[in-house]
């Protein structure tokens, strides 16, 4: 079991970075696909980055896409998700997620969340 604790949301203005990141419980860490994933007030689920247990491969959203870096340390069973040129449309709860399959834009493919972090944008 993986149990995974997301920190380093916050409020900031447009244009601004933010860096979250996931710490995750556990020795196989190192063994799975991690995940982020956001959801806006009245919206569904949505996709926003992952990367392969080994790193090797990286995923964004389009909308995310050159804004957005995903990366993992295993040896401190983290994962982070840098956030830079921030939008008021990025306003959600950002969860981070693992998964051992291999589809890792779909909600159900993880099987394990974090208790999310807030992240609003103002204009």
């Known amino acids: 079991q993986v149990q995974l604790v997301e920190s380093g949301g916050g409020l900031v203005q447009a244009g601004d970075s933010l860096a979250l990141s996931c710490a995750a419980s556990g020795r196989t860490f190192s063994t799975y696909n991690m995940g982020w994933f956001r959801q806006a007030p009245g919206k569904e689920r949505e996709f926003v980055s992952a990367?392969?247990?080994?790193?090797?491969?990286?995923y964004y959203a389009n909308s995310v896409k050159g804004r957005f870096t995903i990366s993992r340390d295993n040896a401190k069973n983290t994962v982070y998700l840098r956030m830079n040129s921030l939008k008021p449309e990025d306003t959600a709860v950002y969860y981070c997620?693992?998964?051992?399959?291999?589809?890792?834009?779909?909600?159900?493919?993880?099987?394990?969340w974090g208790q999310g972090t807030q992240v609003t944008v103002s204009s």
């Open positions: 997620a693992a998964s051992t399959r291999a589809n890792l834009e779909l909600v159900q493919s993880y099987d394990y």
């Open positions: 990367i392969r247990w080994s790193a090797r491969n990286k």
